[in-house]
Structure formats: structure tokens, C-alpha cells
């Protein structure tokens, strides 16, 4: 298994752009996490799915962010409009129903110019 | 609202050395706390968990709930264990996954 996927990597935009970050959790996993990770604020958590329905949205900063989750398997947070202040590291993870540990993916790097 | 503390920024250790890294918490609830560890250019991963009470890489950590600390702990250190460390907390729910509270983590140096 390669574990969680994210896409893309690295990301390079212009402010006012929209940006699209995507995740494939790991078969099987129930839960799906979005964490935002930045030097002021360190990791925090953004929002978090069960069986594709969004659970907990309080952590997303405000309405520019969205997330969605259409199936098990992808999932995709959206930023519009981009702005400087996004520039961020943002994690997926992933998580069986039967525990709390959660399986994190390699992180997509957000800058906005 | 939850909130975890790690103190230390960079803690800096000769090999063979003890290493405790700081961790407090708040928390009104019963949470189950977690070391979380990111070695460079990998994935952030957990490390170990209060409720298996086990050592990994001889690694321990006890939860105590009068002090609510969580600090890890080591008694010789390697320099393979130079990473950023993350100290977790989660809301137990009786059931099912919730989001991870960090803290912002530490970054630990193995000297030779």
C-alpha cells in the first residue's frame, strides 16, 4: 500500500487563484483529515470526514476554504480566491474506525505569491 | 477547548544522553494523548500512544493526569532519533476517529 496520497507536491500560485489540493486516504479507512501546518500556528486541523460526510468543519478558516469528499477514495480541499497568508504545508490523513491513529500523508507545500 | 504545550523548540543532546521531551496539556474531558515523530523527508508518523503503555525505539512516555503532562522519555540516546517530535491529544468519544490537537513540536538534535 503507498499509503495516503496527495497531490500536488508543491504548489506555486498567484494571489486571487484558485488551488485545488487532493487526497486518496488508504483503502479501507473510514476517516479522512485535512491539517494546515504553518510556523505561527503549527499543525491544526482543518476539518474531518466519516464515511464521506464532513463532521467537523470548525477548524476551516473561512468561506474561501471548501472541502469535499464524493467517495471513499478522494478527497479535495479548495482554496478560492487564493491569498498570501494560505502559504502553508496542508496534511491528509487517514484513519481506521477502529482507532485513533491516523496515517498521514506526504504534505502538499502551498505558496502564494 | 483542548490545547497542547510543548515548551521546548529545540532540545539539543549528546548521543548516549537521557532525553526528555516536554509535553502539557489541557483538557476538561478524557483525552488519549500520542507522540507523533517526522524524521527528515518522511512522513509524520506516529511514534507511540498512552493506552499501549509500550516502548518504541525505547521510547516511553506516562500520561499523568494530576500533572497533565505527557513528556517523553529516553535513557540513551541515538542519533537516529535526531526529528521533530509531536506531542497529540484526541477527544475520546467512546467510539470512532476525532481530530488530533498538536502541539508545535520539537525539534531534537543527536550530537555524536
Known amino acids: 500500500d503507498a499509503g495516503v496520497i496527495q497531490s500536488p507536491r508543491h504548489e506555486v500560485t498567484e494571489m486571487g487563484q484558485e488551488v485545488t489540493l487532493r487526497c486518496k486516504p488508504i483503502?479501507?479507512?473510514?476517516?479522512l483529515f485535512w491539517y494546515r501546518q504553518t510556523m505561527m500556528r503549527g499543525l491544526e486541523l482543518l476539518i474531518y470526514?466519516?464515511?464521506?460526510?464532513?463532521?467537523?468543519d470548525s477548524g476551516m478558516p473561512e468561506d474561501r476554504f471548501s472541502a469535499k469528499m464524493p467517495n471513499a477514495s478522494f478527497s479535495t480541499l479548495k482554496i478560492q480566491p487564493s491569498e498570501p497568508r494560505d502559504s502553508a504545508v496542508y496534511f491528509c490523513a487517514s484513519s481506521p474506525d477502529t482507532t485513533y491513529e491516523q496515517y498521514f500523508g506526504p504534505g502538499t507545500r502551498l505558496t502564494v505569491t | 477547548a483542548q490545547r497542547v504545550t510543548q515548551p521546548e523548540k529545540l532540545l539539543s543532546v549528546f548521543k548516549g544522553a537521557p532525553v526528555e521531551l516536554k509535553c502539557n496539556y489541557s483538557y476538561s474531558g478524557s483525552p488519549e494523548l500520542f507522540w507523533y515523530v517526522q524524521y527528515s523527508r518522511q512522513r509524520l508518523q506516529l511514534l507511540l500512544r498512552?493506552?499501549s503503555r509500550e516502548s518504541i525505539k525505547g521510547f516511553t512516555a506516562d500520561l499523568n493526569k494530576g500533572e497533565t503532562s505527557f513528556h517523553l522519555k529516553k535513557p540513551f540516546a541515538q542519533e537516529e532519533d535526531s526529528a521533530m517530535y509531536y506531542c497529540?491529544?484526541?477527544?475520546?468519544?467512546?467510539?470512532?476517529?476525532?481530530?488530533?490537537?498538536f502541539g508545535k513540536g520539537t525539534h531534537l538534535i543527536i550530537q555524536p
Open positions: 483503502s479501507g479507512h473510514d476517516y
Open positions: 470526514f466519516n464515511n464521506n460526510v464532513p463532521i467537523d
Open positions: 498512552h493506552i
Open positions: 497529540a491529544l484526541v477527544r475520546a468519544k467512546g467510539g470512532g476517529a476525532d481530530g488530533l490537537t
